[in-house]
């Protein structure tokens, strides 16, 4: 990876659905990797793991010509066998945890140009698969019902970024992008559903375009940023079992947009405010089942001071669309002995969720501790997050009345709260961290916990 970027509570500018948070990840260039003065590279990594004897290899190839193109491609395995069990629950003596095997082998081509000066084309395939044996009903601890599940994830991105040295209104970046998903399960346990074929797919087809412009007032004392932009995407999915449309994973699109704007403004290096309007819509069908549409408005607004130490305060709004599982998801969800089942309930009426939240933290930064060049970071921070229509799964197993249902559900009133400490040291020689967090989540309208 070459920048790991994690964004807690709800961003209007990630997109709808960031109401928990955002991680953003990019990987390395071949240039990230090359030393001083040379134009290729090879990298190789092997590991093992005694919990589960595991072995893992990744190997890497990296050059450039004239610094007008650079490739990398990385192809990365893994394979293990059955996890070695901690504690067992009273009565079990199994030493292996059933059914954890994983082969997996994943790659990477990335393809850098600059054709022009201050213009660069950057074309990225990425493919990943992972087979393994698990229960059809995941996160299960079952003998029974075991598949083998094929997941196979593509995908391919070309993006553009340019950044005019005549005006610093300019910083200019599009990306397009399709990603397709599908997971191909058959079940190999000896019973009813041997040979049993399920296939889920799922694809993605989008854009983004965002530019920046920068201004500078009074000698440079004051900033400004101001970041504008829109991405479009759709997915659609589908469903089989043995060829035939799966009821629990219905044929369905989803189509999104949105619009955004944020400004970012800096004085003297240490006061930055920042706020940040974003519009968003989608729409959503299934085959059968009614189209839902909706749009929102969001809002967030931040301050940060940062002397030799930081002091922030964040207030962000952002909304996430219900699924397409959870709006039209219906047929058996698990069995429960004998003719009886549990079944979804699909919910076309399900808004979608609405998030406020609030965040206050303090982070202070000390240097050359022990070592020259080492570092201590500790940050503490405490955040309220209120959340209107929150989308729950409701499971029913009501014996008396042999009531077995499944069912996204909104929640009226929810609330979140919680408290994080986190520690980190790094230095040239040795690098620790220590972080606990708190977390309690409130049904404010029927009163139990979430």
Known sequence: ??????????????????????????????????????????????????????????????????????????????????????????????????????????????????????????????????????????????????????????????????????????????????????????????????????????????????????????????????????????????????????????????????????????LWEKLTVLGTLRWDSYDQSATGQREVTESHLSKSFAVGYRKWLLFYGKYSEAFRAPNLTELYARGVHFPIGGPFNNVFIPNPNLRPEDAHSFEAGVAVEKRNLIWRGDRLTTRVAGFSKKVKDLIDLEVIMDFTTFTFTTQAINIRDARITGAELEMMYTSRWLFAGLAGNYTIGENLTDGPSI
């Open 1 to 266: 990876m070459r920048r790991v970027e994690v964004v807690r509570g709800p961003s209007s500018i990630y997109g709808s659905g960031a109401v928990g948070g955002v991680i953003q990840l990019e990987t390395v260039n071949a240039t990230d990797l090359l030393q001083p003065g040379k134009n290729f590279g090879i990298r190789t990594k092997l590991g093992g793991y005694t919990v589960n004897d595991g072995f893992l290899q990744s190997h890497t190839v990296f050059g450039q010509h004239k610094g007008k193109i650079d490739v990398l491609l990385n192809y990365t395995g893994r394979v293990t066998g059955l996890i070695r069990a901690g504690e067992p629950d009273p009565g079990d003596t199994s030493e292996f945890v059933a059914n954890s095997k994983d082969r997996i082998k994943s790659g990477l081509i990335k393809f850098n140009a600059k054709p022009f000066k201050n213009h660069k084309l950057t074309v990225t395939y990425q493919i990943y698969n992972n087979d393994n044996y698990i229960p059809t009903a995941a996160n299960t601890n079952t003998s029974t019902n075991i598949a083998d599940r094929i997941t196979r994830e593509e995908r391919y991105i070309v993006g553009y970024q340019f950044k005019s040295e005549q005006t610093k209104l300019v910083d200019f970046n599009a990306r397009v992008y399709h990603t397709k998903t599908r997971v191909d399960e058959t079940v190999v346990d000896p019973g009813a559903n041997l040979g049993r074929r399920d296939l889920t797919d799922l694809d993605t087809v989008g854009f983004d375009v965002y530019n920046t412009s920068r201004f500078s007032f009074f000698g440079g004392a004051l900033k400004s940023a101001l970041t504008y932009g829109a991405e479009h995407y759709k997915d659609s999915q589908a469903g089989t079992r043995n060829g035939q449309t799966r009821q629990q994973y219905p044929n369905a699109d989803s189509v999104v947009s949105g619009l955004y704007i944020q400004s970012e403004w800096t």
